[in-house]
């Protein structure tokens, strides 16, 4: 079956079967990591990220501990183990620190439920009640590529700081915010022909829609190639553009990915900015590492993307990406990995009108990031 048929396909799935699943938005990301305590201070120290909540002993949790930190619309969720055994250090064995749980904010977390575990969603997490003084929190959640889950969040009229179990965390030390928006799209990778399994597994039992498709011709380097498809959510405000690796000359980043990691995960947040330049100034001085791609990508990108508002100049000595679509353009990049292993890192987008990802960056990326591959012998 051609890419085209399959998106007819999917397009016809979700046209019948349309707003059974409203998404609201991303609520939170939780990562499994080693120590939590000390990666919620890089995330502040380095991202910005302003302290929320807490759980830990002292609110009564014995076997875990959690930090929540936001930025503007981006939450996210520090969580390690006390204790030997048990899912979370099963978890962090496995597959080093990385994503858990891409978890969705919705109005009905029971009818959520309902409506994916029907359509052949596995079961994470039945629909469960937690309460306190300041509300209630319904949640509930179903699995999705490796072992990632999305949990789905009902929170009404709640007013704590996070949820029930939680108690406001208010340090003394505070950095300040980078500009960070909100989350712009969360990339999976997934292993040898998955994706297609999985781009169905988001329009059926999820109800999104294909956004935009490239084949493995448009991204491949004389190494590395990969296939890569976007999935969106009704609304648009959640998109998850999911790779599979493809033969190339050597080992494509995907199937790097896929060993450190050992199967199936989030590969990458793309976290929106209203100024890349201030941004990524901030995020630089603050100790976070880009990719570089040559300086001679500047000679000729503007002939590629055409006019731009901002001057060539500084996105050069930051490294910044240009991309062009029909609609607009975007300025974007991609740090190495944020983790031990080379598995997840984090991409900085600002948008002009643009609404796919930067594919005409790829080749220039890839030459990049195979640069780094090559030193860590990973090729
Ligand atoms: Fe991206």
Redesign the pocket.
């Given at each position: 079956m051609s890419h085209d048929t399959t998106s007819l396909k999917l397009k016809k799935e979700v046209e019948a079967a349309e707003d059974f699943l409203p998404l609201l938005g991303t609520d939170y990301v939780e990562l499994y990591v080693g120590n939590a305590k000390q990666a919620a201070h890089y995330y502040q120290s380095a991202w910005g990220f302003q302290p929320v909540a807490y759980a830990g002993l002292e609110t009564g949790r014995k076997d875990s501990v959690s930090y929540v930190l936001q930025q503007d619309k981006i939450r996210i969720v520090l969580t390690s183990p006390l204790k030997e055994g048990g899912e979370i250090n099963e978890h962090i064995e496995k597959h080093g620190d990385g994503v858990k749980v891409v978890a969705l904010w919705v109005d009905d977390a029971a009818k959520s439920y309902e409506e994916t575990t029907k359509r052949g969603a596995k079961s994470f997490m039945e629909p469960k009640t937690l309460e306190d003084k300041h509300g209630k929190v319904v949640l509930s959640g179903i699995h999705t590529y490796g072992e990632t889950v999305h949990v789905f969040v009902e929170r009404g009229d709640y007013e704590g700081a996070f949820m029930p179990g939680f108690k406001v965390w208010n340090p003394e030390y505070r950095p300040e915010p980078v500009g960070l928006k909100f989350i712009d799209?969360m990339?999976g990778n997934v292993g040898w022909n998955e994706m297609r399994k999985w781009c169905e597994f988001y329009a059926k039992v999820m109800g999104f829609a294909q956004l935009v498709s490239f084949d493995d011709k448009d991204i491949s380097t004389d190494y590395t190639a990969l296939m890569s498809k976007v999935m969106s959510n009704g609304n648009g405000r959640i998109k998850f553009?999911i790779n599979e690796p493809a033969e190339g000359k050597k080992k494509s980043q995907i199937e790097e990915y896929i060993e450190f990691y050992n199967g199936a995960g989030v590969q990458?947040i793309?976290l929106a900015t209203d100024n890349i330049i201030e941004t990524v100034s901030q995020l630089k001085s603050r100790g976070v590492e880009f990719l570089h791609v040559p300086d001679t990508y500047y000679d000729t990108v503007l002939d590629r993307v055409g006019k731009i508002d901002e001057d060539l100049k500084p996105l050069q000595e930051l490294g910044i990406l240009i991309d062009r679509d029909d609609e607009g353009y975007l300025l974007?990049l991609f740090t190495k990995p944020v983790l031990d292993r080379p598995t997840m890192f984090i991409?900085i987008?600002q948008r002009k009108g643009a609404k796919s990802?930067?594919k005409g960056n790829f080749k220039a990326l890839f030459e990049a990031i195979e640069r780094e591959q090559e030193m860590r012998g990973t090729l």
């Open positions: 799209h990339v553009p990458h793309a974007q991409e987008i990802f930067g």
